[in-house]
């Protein structure tokens, strides 16, 4: 349940807020909704890891890859799908961090 709050929040947030707002969301999801600290952050690592990897594939797919093989030659990576796997890490993390913390927070003022 908290996954799937998570992901639906943070895809409607990203249709109109800057990308950071996953971490709003996270944070505030968890801080309401969260049982465990383990399950925080792995609701809100696999939520943002899979709508992060989804707006890749997507984005690769459309352009025939032409824009992931340009941003890693870019980066200095030259493999589109280390580029992927390194933008699911990052948002993942971001995600799992946050709602870590939104745990922790309402944790805290207990």
């Known amino acids: 349940m908290l ?4 992901l639906l929040l943070s895809l409607l947030a990203q249709f109109f807020l800057p990308w950071w ?4 969301v996270c ?3 968890a801080f309401l909704r ?5 399950q925080a952050f792995l609701a809100g690592f ?4 899979l709508s992060w990897l989804g707006a890749a594939l997507f ?3 459309v352009t025939d890859g032409l824009l992931s093989s340009r941003v890693a030659a870019l980066l200095t990576i030259h493999s589109p799908w280390l580029l ?6 990052i948002g993942g993390t ?5 709602a870590l913390s939104g745990f922790f927070f309402r944790k805290a003022l207990r």
């Open 21 to 24: 707002s996953i971490a709003v």
């Open 94 to 98: 971001v995600g799992g961090i946050s």
């Open 3 to 6: 996954f799937l709050l998570i």
């Open 34 to 38: 969260a049982h465990r600290g383990g």
């Open 27 to 29: 944070f505030g999801v």
């Open 46 to 49: 696999g939520a943002i890891a």
């Open 59 to 61: 984005w690769h797919l």
């Open 84 to 89: 992927m796997a390194a933008t699911v890490l």
